[in-house]
């Protein structure tokens, strides 16, 4: 069964400074979608960014990039130049692309950025 | 215009009452979801639609009941509703592999 697993339940980062959210996967799949959503304290899931597993190259979105390590089954989320903006719960999400339109979520982090 | 709209936002409600959730997306997408997301934050699909078929039934108990009236609509039914229940419920659309699932704001259920 497809699993997805974010070992972090809690992260802080000073404001302008990095942060890495980590987040792993388990699957026989060999063609997916990887994606992070953020969901700040008003409880709107917005997309934060997306990756498609037959891409070798990271997405990028602005301050946001991604670390895909296919092999490893590992799809960790760098966050730049943080923002008070960006406190929020980040969810790592999964697609099943065989049929089943399952989206599998893990369990959350919740990043909080000092000021 | 909201793409994925939810209503009502917040239902708070005595235990063994019936109450209805209703999702209307207007992205022309042939998928819609139920998401359940309890205290700890955690998201669980609950049900799936695709063209107003039943695709995805995660082990809901039969006191939830979907209904997809046409490919924009999902509505949630919740029968004698628990304390269990009370959680944030998520409609979300989506197309099959785009990548991208689009949410609701949440309805926020409280059972007293």
């Known amino acids: 069964a497809q699993t997805v697993t974010q070992s972090q339940p809690e992260m802080s980062v000073q404001e302008a400074e990095t942060v890495t959210l980590s987040c792993t996967y388990d699957t026989s799949e060999s063609d997916y979608y990887l994606f992070w959503y953020k969901q700040p304290p008003s409880r709107q899931m917005i997309l934060v960014i997306r990756?498609?597993?037959?891409?070798?190259q990271n997405a990028t979105e602005n301050r946001f990039s991604v670390n895909f390590q296919k092999a490893a089954k590992s799809f960790s989320l760098k966050i730049s130049d943080s923002q008070l903006g960006d406190a929020a719960m980040y969810f790592c999400?999964?697609?099943?692309?065989?049929?089943?339109?399952?989206?599998?979520f893990g369990t959350g982090t919740r990043l909080k950025v000092l000021a | 215009d909201t793409a994925v709209s939810q209503t009502p936002k917040y239902l708070v409600t005595q235990m063994g009452n019936d109450k209805s959730i209703k999702c209307e997306q207007n992205l022309g997408h042939d998928t819609m979801y139920w998401y359940k997301q309890d205290s700890k934050k955690f998201l669980k699909i609950m049900f799936s639609y695709n063209n107003k078929e039943l695709i995805i039934n995660e082990t809901v108990p039969n006191r939830f009941s979907p209904k997809s009236p046409d490919k924009a609509h999902l509505n949630l039914h919740i029968n004698s509703l628990e304390l269990g229940d009370s959680a944030v419920y998520f409609c979300?659309?989506?197309?099959?592999?785009?990548?991208?699932?689009?949410f609701g704001e949440g309805s926020r259920l409280t059972v007293l």
């Open positions: 999400a999964y697609e099943v692309t065989s049929g089943t339109y399952k989206y599998i």
């Open positions: 979300a659309s989506g197309g099959v592999n785009t990548g991208e699932l689009f």
């Open positions: 990756q498609e597993a037959y891409k070798q």
